[in-house]
Structure formats: C-alpha cells, structure tokens
C-alpha cells in the first residue's frame, strides 16, 4: 500500500463530527502569542540536551525581552538540543492569551506563579485534545465517535477554566477517561489494518508496548499495525521498518534512526518524538507532521 491508500483506510470521509476543526492547527505551539513559558516555567538540567542548569520559574538565559530566544537559529550547536525537541501543543498561547487574556508573568509575582503552576496543566490538557481530534479523523474509529466527540469537548471546556480552578483539577483522572477511549481506538485501528495487510505476522497483532528496546537493532522490521505504546525505543535502529497503523502514543523516540522507516498511517504520533529521532528525506512521516531541519545534517 501506498501512503494514499493507508490514509482512505483510516481518514474518516463520513464523520458525524466533520464539522469540527479537525487540522489541529490550534495544537501547535505559536510562539510569537506566547509569553514565552516554556523558557521559564519548566526546569532542566545540565545534560546531552541542555547546556546549563535551570530552576522551575527562573527565566532561562538566552530569553529576551521580547520572549523570543537569543539563539534561536543555533540552539543545537549551543547545546540546547532539548529545546528544538519540546513542543507544548499550544498550551503556551493559551494560557498567555485566554487563561490570563494577555497579562504576562513579569506583572507580578502572583501572576506568575500561577502562569507557571497553569502552563504544564494546559500541556497535558491540550496533548489530549491532539489524541482525541486524530481519534476522530479515523474511519475506523466511527462507532465510538459519539464519546469522542463528547470526550473532545469536555477536554476542550476544561481548558476554559480560571487559573484557580485549573490548578485544583483532577488530570490523572480525566487522562484515565480519556485513555481508555484511545485505547479503543488503537484496538479498532490496528484491527483495520491486520486485516488489510495478509501477511501479518503469525496471523498475529503484535504487541510490544512499554517492551524494553534501547538500542535494539530492528532495521526493516515489520511493526504493520503493532501495538509500541509506551516502547522504549531510543537509539533503536529502526531503519527502513514498517511502522504504518502502529500505535505510537508515547513511545520514546530519542536518538531512534527512522532513516527510511514507513511511518504512514501509524497513530498518536507527535512532534515531539519525531524531533527527538533521527531521519532522512526517505521517512515517511503522518501528512500532520513535519520533518525535522536537523534531519537534513543526519549522515
């Protein structure tokens, strides 16, 4: 199958819930609206992705006044290779701009402990809602749209809440409902696609979620609609493999080769675990994602 094909099997042409904004465009982080909280909120350590030490509310060095970052253009070569991996799936202009319309944390002490508190809250919040609106894009998930679409919405509605009571809310128990319906949905998508493709392994669904893989050398192997949620793939060579229909929520990409790997139609797959692996021109990437400029200096 081509990657035409492996998108008719799972693109849903008939969704009751086609009137939504299903592009995700809001999903993506906007930086140029955002007040830059990911350069202050979060903390890092001196490591392989971050050249310095940084506490939680403490504004990194490199950001200017204007929240835009100094060395934006070279961050790799000055050893913050983390931050061209982190994408808050549009958290940052939420919070920034709806959450506290448009008061920015320099106003006061007050405004921005609870900006930083709010913002990995909005992150968690809006990664769901990526999860949940690709969930509804699949034909194969059509007899669970009602719950999803119900799902989308109240996640969206949650988003909506004041600092105060985002802060007071209950994730891990709004993520178990939520995950519960992704997981139907990877049983009924993998489900499509074993059937589609006749030599699947065994006549079996593979399944190697949380499986230890580091470093495993598994070039060209055949993951056709296998079950890799949560896998451990870093610095697996993963090499002209098959991953289309695989479920891919979670999995830990970093320093993976996905040189040639076939990655077309696989599901719950974000930006940040494409950045963090390594490709090339011939990786084939979900029409939604966007290859990595670094990949272009991968030998």
């Known amino acids: 199958m081509d990657e035409k094909e492996v998108r008719s099997l799972f693109e849903n042409q008939d969704n009751p819930n086609s009137n939504r904004d299903i592009s995700r465009s809001n999903l993506h982080a906007d930086c140029v609206n955002c007040f830059g909280l990911c350069c202050v909120a979060l ?32 961050l790799r070569q000055q050893g913050f290779k983390g931050c061209t991996v982190f994408d808050c799936f549009g958290a940052g202009q939420k919070v920034s701009k709806v959450t506290f319309d448009g008061s920015d944390w320099r106003e006061g002490p007050e405004t921005a402990k609870k900006m930083f508190d709010v913002f990995p ?45 985002l802060m007071e809310l209950d994730v891990p128990s709004h993520r178990a409902q939520v995950n519960a319906l992704l997981l139907r949905t990877s049983e009924l998508v993998r489900t499509v696609s074993h059937r589609q493709h006749k030599g699947a392994k065994n006549g079996k669904k593979v399944d190697r979620s949380r499986a230890n893989l580091m470093g495993a050398n598994l070039r060209g192997a055949d993951f056709k609609g296998a079950n890799l949620r949560g896998a451990y793939l870093i610095a697996a060579d993963l090499r002209d493999a098959d991953l289309r229909a695989a479920d891919l929520i979670g999995a830990d990409f970093r320093d993976a080769d996905l040189r040639g790997a076939d990655l077309t139609g696989s599901i ?32």
């Open 43 to 74: 903390p890092f350590a001196a490591s392989a992705d971050f050249a310095i030490n940084k506490d939680s509310g403490k504004p990194c060095p490199n950001l200017q006044s204007d929240f835009r970052c100094g060395i934006h253009n070279n």
């Open 121 to 165: 809250i909005m992150q968690q919040l809006h990664e769901m809602l990526w999860y949940l609106t690709e969930a509804l894009t699949l034909k194969a998930t059509r007899t669970i749209h009602k719950e999803l679409g119900f799902m989308l919405d109240e996640t969206e509605r949650l988003t909506q809440l004041s600092p105060n009571s």
């Open 268 to 299: 719950f797959l974000t930006q940040v675990q494409i950045n963090s692996a390594k490709g090339d021109s011939r990786t084939k990437l979900p029409h939604l994602l966007s290859r990595p400029a670094h990949w272009s200096d991968v030998e």
